[in-house]
Structure formats: structure tokens, C-alpha cells
């Protein structure tokens, strides 16, 4: 099982499929109930997975709430910046929806946001830790150049490497 793991990575999202079969039975068990170290073993998982889609969600929204939205408006009201946290979680859940809709797995899911994420701020870092220059405006222009660069390059020319190239 391993090898075939580390052969095709997407293998992994069966996994647990293969090991649950369309009656409840452990692949490995020919009757009664999946063993308990099964089920806690599945519990496990899908709540490490909600507890990584939400922490994502809420993290997306606010940096779209707190660091975009919010300056653009200033003197607004806590209960209007709550409205508009709500807001962004609901937008931000939509975007997670239609993307999961077409995506090709979460393998690829993980590798495209690590890659969109990161594609830039690698720079913003170096720049802002060794550099005296800069400001706030060329660390969001190297941010959205990164990522524009990343996005040509994934859906316009089909690349198919990460920032990382051992990924």
C-alpha cells in the first residue's frame, strides 16, 4: 500500500475508501462491523480535515475582511465589520465550493494553494528582512505579482511544477 502511495500520491484519498467497503466491512474482515480502531482511525481524519478547511475559510475571509475591505472604509462601525466578516466567510465558503466542484483532487487542491500562496511571499520576506527599501505598496505589488505569475503559468501554459520543484 505504501508504494503505491508514493508511486501516485492521489492513491491517498482512497485510502480510507478501500479500507470501508459499500457494507461497512473492513476490506480485510469477511462479516460484521468495522473494527473500532477503523472507525476511530476514519472519525480522525475527517476531523482533522474540517478542522484545515475551516481554519483556511475563517483565515481567507479576514485577510480579505481586516486588510482589504476595512481600510477602504474607514469609521466603520464593529457591528457593520462583523456584517462584513460574515459576508466574506459566505463568499469566501461559495469560492471553496465551486473550486472543490472542478477540482482534480485534493492532492492538487493542497499543491495549486500552497504554490498560489507562496509564489510570492518568499520575496516580501527576504526583501523585508535584509533590504532597507520598500514599503507596504511594492510587498502587496510582489504578493500580486507572484501570484499573477503563478496563474499564467499553471492555467495559460499548463506548468506543471509548484514553487517547489520536488513536489
Not at 474540517?50 to 477602504?72: E, G, Q
Not at 462601525?77 to 477540482?103: D, F, H, P, T
Not at 487542491?109 to 520575496?123: R, T
Request: charged content about 15%; overall charge neutral.
Amino acid at each position: 500500500m505504501c508504494k503505491q502511495i508514493r508511486e501516485n500520491p492521489q492513491a491517498l484519498d482512497w485510502v480510507l475508501v478501500g479500507q470501508i467497503n459499500a457494507t461497512g466491512r473492513s476490506s480485510g474482515e469477511q462479516g460484521g462491523c468495522i473494527s473500532f480502531e477503523t472507525y476511530l482511525f476514519a472519525v480522525a481524519l475527517v476531523s482533522a480535515i474540517l478542522s484545515t478547511v475551516d481554519s483556511a475559510l475563517l483565515a481567507a475571509s479576514l485577510l480579505l475582511s481586516h486588510n482589504i475591505l476595512i481600510p477602504m472604509r474607514p469609521g466603520m462601525s464593529e457591528w457593520n465589520k462583523v456584517r462584513l466578516e460574515q459576508w466574506g466567510v459566505a463568499v469566501m465558503g461559495i469560492l471553496a465550493y465551486v473550486l472543490a466542484l472542478y477540482a482534480e483532487g485534493v492532492y492538487r487542491l493542497v499543491k495549486d494553494a500552497s504554490a498560489f500562496g507562496g509564489a510570492g511571499i518568499f520575496v516580501v520576506f527576504m526583501v523585508g528582512m535584509f533590504a532597507k527599501f520598500g514599503s507596504a505598496t511594492s510587498a502587496v505589488v510582489s504578493l500580486a505579482v507572484g501570484a499573477s505569475v503563478w496563474l499564467v503559468a499553471r492555467c495559460g501554459f499548463d506548468f506543471e511544477f509548484s514553487y517547489l520543484l520536488g513536489w
